[in-house]
């Protein structure tokens, strides 16, 4: 399968404070990359779709100014959560379209917020 | 809305099938999907199948679609220690692969 990179793993970040999330596609070139949420013990709930080039779209209930997405190149897609907040704490993950139909996705950053 | 649903839990023995089941409610998506997650690391996808089609078999999973019922499932066969993980299944919005609604997952215990 397609090869996806998170930086960084796991951050800790104190409240109030900014956090970047870098999702990198090594094997494709992507005009779309996916940004999504999990809690513990949960599914993964979809919250933007990257969009080289032009503004992210986000579904409905996220907050785009909470959550900036920006599309830097076909391979890079960065997540930044401004102004963190304890609620904030979850596990983020990208996701890369594939060739045909398959979805590929990132190994997760996990935040922390204190 | 769109909901995809999924027992908890399932415990088997080792050697034995493990079927992993799973119903979603939106009749519209194209491509349904199975993914696993080992503690600690990301998403595996598994396998795929079309809407269009009953059953599609991958070496030792099986992957059984009943469109009528919207209801999916993975049968993964002489089940491993290795194989215990949680399974998560998928229904893409419409035709858009891209943007996936999954159910709760399942967590999968294989004992020895």
């Known amino acids: 399968g397609a090869v996806v990179s998170q930086h960084p793993s796991w951050v800790i970040c104190k409240s109030g404070t900014s956090v970047k999330i870098e999702c990198r596609s090594l094997?494709?070139?992507?005009?779309?990359m996916f940004w999504y949420r999990q809690f513990p013990k949960q599914s993964l709930m979809l919250m933007a779709t990257?969009?080289?080039?032009?503004?992210?779209?986000?579904e409905q209930g996220v907050e785009k100014d909470k959550f900036l997405i920006n599309h830097a190149s076909l391979t890079l897609s960065t997540l930044t959560v401004t102004s963190a907040h304890p609620e904030d704490s979850s596990f983020y993950i990208c996701?890369?379209?594939?060739?045909?139909?398959?979805?590929?996705f990132g190994p997760g950053t996990r935040l922390t917020v204190t | 809305g769109e909901d995809v649903e999924q027992s908890l839990f399932l415990s088997v023995r080792e050697g034995d099938s493990s079927v992993i089941n799973c119903t979603y409610t939106d009749s519209s998506s194209t491509y349904l999907y199975w993914y696993k997650q080992e503690p600690g690391a990301g998403l595996q996808l598994l396998t795929y199948i079309f809407s269009n089609m009953d059953m599609k078999q991958d070496q030792r999973l099986t992957v059984l679609l009943n469109k009528k019922d919207k209801h999916l499932s993975l049968r993964i066969a002489d089940t491993q220690t290795g194989d215990s993980a949680i399974y998560f299944c998928?229904?893409?919005?419409?035709?858009?692969?891209?943007?996936?609604?999954f159910g709760q997952g399942t967590t999968l215990q294989v004992k020895p």
């Open positions: 094997d494709f070139q992507a005009t779309t």
């Open positions: 996701s890369v379209p594939g060739r045909l139909y398959e979805q590929y």
């Open positions: 998928a229904e893409s919005m419409g035709s858009n692969t891209g943007k996936l609604i």
């Open positions: 990257s969009n080289e080039g032009s503004k992210a779209t986000y």
